[in-house]
Structures are given as structure tokens and as C-alpha cells.
């Protein structure tokens, strides 16, 4: 029963003149998760969105760290079950599907 409950990746590409940092927070909360979503361009001003996510759309929900933990179970088996799909968040915070 392992459970996700916050999780942040941060991106940063070092271009000249402006340089840009991508930082993606994912917090579980009561009645799902949110996913706030921040862009910082040079000097401008950070652009943020945010997400939320219920429970109900997120059940089985395989996030970074998890997914992990799985194929290092499924390595130490040695063995893969067919068709094995998790709901997930990508990298720009939809909700996409992940496939083994």
C-alpha cells in the first residue's frame, strides 16, 4: 500500500540570453491531487498553472518514484504480466497512461 503524497521535478536549461526553469509540484490531498506547474523565462515573470485531479481518475495512479519501485520488483521477479497499465501525470501535468 504505497502511496505517493508529494513529489517536485525541476527542470533547468541554461540558454543565453534566458535562461528557463521548469518546476512541476505534486501534492495528494483529501479528495485527489493538485499539479502546479511553474515556467520561468529570464526575467519575466514565473508562469504558473495549476491542475487538480479526483481520486476517482487517479486509482492505480503510477507516478516517478513508483514506477521506480515497480521495475525493480518486476526485474528481481524476472517476469512482466501482460498488458500492465497505470494511469500517470506526464511531464507537462496531464493525465496520460503509462505501459509496461
Known sequence: QLETLEQEEQECLELRPHPTEKTTHIVSQEHGMTVTKTLQEGE?????QSFHYSQAKLRGL?????SLLLLRVLARRQTMPPDLVFPAINTEGDLCTCSY
Open 44 to 48: 519575466a515573470e514565473p508562469q504558473c
Open 62 to 66: 503510477l507516478l516517478e518514484g513508483a
